[in-house]
T-cell receptor, first 114, second 113 residues
Framework: DSGVTQTPKHLITATGQRVTLRCSPRSGDLSVYWYQQSLDQGLQFLIQYYNGEERAKGNILERFSAQQFPDLHSELNLSSLELGDSALYFC?????????????FGPGTRLTVL | AQKVTQAQTEISVVEKEDVTLDCVYETRDTTYYLFWYKQPPSGELVFLIRRNSFDEQNEISGRYSWNFQKSTSSFNFTITASQVVDSAVYFCALRNRDDKIIFGKGTRLHILP
């Protein structure tokens, strides 16, 4: 158990809908990262937050947004969902900014868009 | 352009053999970070190692070792005396000054008993 929790584990929804994925980092970790893994695109980095501020942005679509709250948990919001958004979404956390520290991954949320 | 290439899509070896997973990267930055991750059949992701561009020392951790060579833009991963539990997909990744993290497509490793 990495100490990173993600909810829900599974999510099934329809095209056009909006969903929110939640991530709770390990206690004391300031950074949260979001990744998407799909058969088509492979593993992709979406976004990183560090102590409440956006730190780095990867291939995150405009339909997607994220935030990190004062208690350091993070949410990834996916809207106007398309079939291609079906994927495994991982959250990870690290103590600092990710350059000198280890990332710990949550178990992932599997999103299925029908 | 920034790119990570893992040319080996799938590798099968017999248990106890040594195996090397290749990773070649492209970047224009002089400061960058390289990573390896493991994804076992259970699906979780496990962070294995991070190396910055100024540290070319090879690293050994138990049966795992990493060979970083800037001259060939490679960061290869070797498992010595492989075990069935090493069966997984292994990803190499690059992080540049712009802070984006770019992954290779992964190498699926099968360790046969």
């Amino acid at each position: 158990d990495s100490g990173v929790t993600q909810t829900p584990k599974h999510l099934i929804t329809a095209t056009g809908q909006r969903v929110t994925l939640r991530c709770s980092p390990r206690s004391g970790d300031l950074s949260v990262y979001w990744y998407q893994q799909s058969l088509d695109q492979g593993l992709q980095f979406l976004i990183q937050y560090y102590n409440g501020e956006e730190r780095a942005k990867g291939n995150i679509l405009e339909r997607f947004s994220a935030q990190q709250f004062p208690d350091l948990h993070s949410e990834l919001n996916l809207s106007s969902l398309e079939l291609g958004d079906s994927a495994l979404y991982f959250c990870a956390s690290s103590v600092a900014d990710g350059y000198t520290d280890t990332q710990y991954f949550g178990p992932g949320t599997r999103l299925t868009v029908l | 352009a920034q790119k990570v290439t893992q040319a080996q899509t799938e590798i099968s070896v017999v248990e106890k053999e040594d195996v090397t997973l290749d990773c070649v990267y492209e970047t224009r930055d002089t400061t960058y970070y390289l990573f390896w991750y493991k994804q076992p059949p259970s699906g979780e992701l496990v962070f294995l190692i991070r190396r910055n561009s100024f540290d070319e020392q090879n690293e050994i951790s138990g049966r795992y070792s990493w060979n970083f060579q800037k001259s060939t833009s490679s960061f290869n991963f070797t498992i010595t005396a492989s075990q069935v539990v090493d069966s997984a997909v292994y990803f190499c990744a690059l992080r540049n000054r712009d802070d984006k993290i770019i992954f290779g497509k992964g190498t699926r490793l099968h360790i046969l008993p």
